[in-house]
């Protein structure tokens, strides 16, 4: 009951300062809401089981490197970096067809369908979505630049030619406009791939 | 029959847990790792 009384944020920066104890705390406080936000995806417990194993590895190796920022976030950093895994799972496994040894002939497993399935159409519009609004997150100089490139399709001549500065310094900023995005990314630990 | 079968479902989710061996490794994962900085660098160390 009184574990209840500390914050996710206290109990990050406790074990982060070496507090061993801290995660246990935080392990026991969101295991269900990460189990089964996995488990309702994979609808494996032995994956689910995997999956969470990954995702609090990978939480204990951001904390310990000193790479996490708090900011009050704990469960929606946990849940994001879940969700990604899942999406690696989904990906690897789509690569390697497992052989579903249920028994029975399954139909689905010679039929398969071109075009983007439900599962796939999430990943591809929630990527979309991501790289927009990291996109968002640029300087406007740069923004503008990348924008005219990569979706106006324009050559770095008209970018010049349209927002008055020299070709050199349209591609300073559309360098800087990459660099920017890597970092965010790296920063928040996205997976920006279909 | 129908209800029973929904009344089971629904204790099936409320345990949708992870095993207590799973926790249990990673205090234990968490407890062997450790992280050395050395300048810019980290290097990570497990001891069994």
């Known amino acids: 009951m009184q574990h209840e009384l500390i914050p996710d944020a206290t109990l990050v920066r406790n074990y982060m300062s070496g507090q061993e104890a801290a995660l246990e705390i935080l392990i026991l406080r969101h295991k269900q809401k990460i189990y089964s936000f996995i488990y309702s995806k994979v609808f494996d417990s032995d994956i689910a089981e995997d999956i969470f194993q990954d995702t609090f590895i990978k939480v204990i190796r951001t904390l310990k490197r000193g790479a996490y920022n708090e900011e009050g976030k704990f469960l929606p950093w946990v849940m994001r970096i879940a969700h990604n895994l899942v999406i690696d799972h989904f990906r690897k496994s789509n690569r390697m067809p497992k052989f579903d040894n249920a028994g029975e002939f399954n139909i689905f497993s010679v039929l398969s369908d071109s075009t983007l399935n439900a599962e796939k159409r999430i990943i591809k519009a929630q990527v979309e979505d991501d790289v927009r609004r990291l996109v968002d997150e640029l300087p406007d100089d740069q923004r503008d630049v990348l924008m005219m490139r990569i979706y106006k399709d324009m050559s770095f001549k008209e970018i010049s030619e349209r927002t008055g500065v020299s070709i050199n310094t349209a591609l300073g900023r559309m360098r800087y406009a990459l660099i920017n995005l890597r970092k965010i990314i790296e920063k928040n630990n996205i997976v920006l791939t279909n | ?48």
């Open chain 2, 1 to 48: 029959m129908a209800k029973l079968y929904s009344e089971k479902s629904i204790k099936n989710l409320n345990r949708l847990e992870p095993k207590d061996e799973t926790v249990k490794f990673l205090l234990d994962y968490s407890k062997a790792l450790s992280v050395i900085s050395c300048k810019s660098l980290k290097f990570e160390t497990l001891l069994n």
